[in-house]
Nanobody, 124 residues
Framework: QVQLVESGGGLVQAGGSLRLSCAAS????????MGWFRQAPGKEREFVAA????????YYADSVKGRFTISRDNAKKMVYLQMNILKPEDTAVYYC?????????????????WGQGTQVTVSS
């Protein structure tokens, strides 16, 4: 079992930056692939970024590639999403997710554990 709590969301102007954090509890964290997803009002939850169990492999949605960076600290049981050059279309609730295995995909069905989400609002 893995429990996840996101933080770091807020209101920022376009072009600004935010850093989201995800605190995990549970003994399987260091062997779990981790992902960030987001959901805007009236839209499906979509993949943003993922990192495998070791942190050695990362994956990004095309829409955030070059602007967002995912990382993890297994000793602290933390996952981060550094978001730079934010755009109004990045506005959404951002969710941290943990996979049951060490690998990751962009498929939200791969992830068995989810946090409650944190709101990110980017003003133009």
């Amino acid at each position: 079992q893995v429990q996840l709590v996101e933080s770091g969301g807020g209101l920022v102007q376009a072009g600004g930056s935010l850093r989201l954090s995800c605190a995990a509890s549970g003994r399987t964290f260091s062997s779990s692939g981790m992902g960030w997803f987001r959901q805007a009002p009236g839209k499906e939850r979509e993949f943003v970024a993922a990192v495998n169990w070791s942190g050695g492999s990362t994956y990004y949605a095309d829409s955030v590639k070059g602007r967002f960076t995912i990382s993890r600290d297994n000793a602290k049981k933390m996952v981060y999403l550094q978001m730079n050059i934010l755009k109004p279309e990045d506005t959404a609730v951002y969710y941290c997710a943990a996979a049951r295995l060490g690998s990751v995909t962009s498929d939200r069905g791969w992830y068995g554990y989810w946090g409650q989400g944190t709101q990110v609002t980017v003003s133009s």
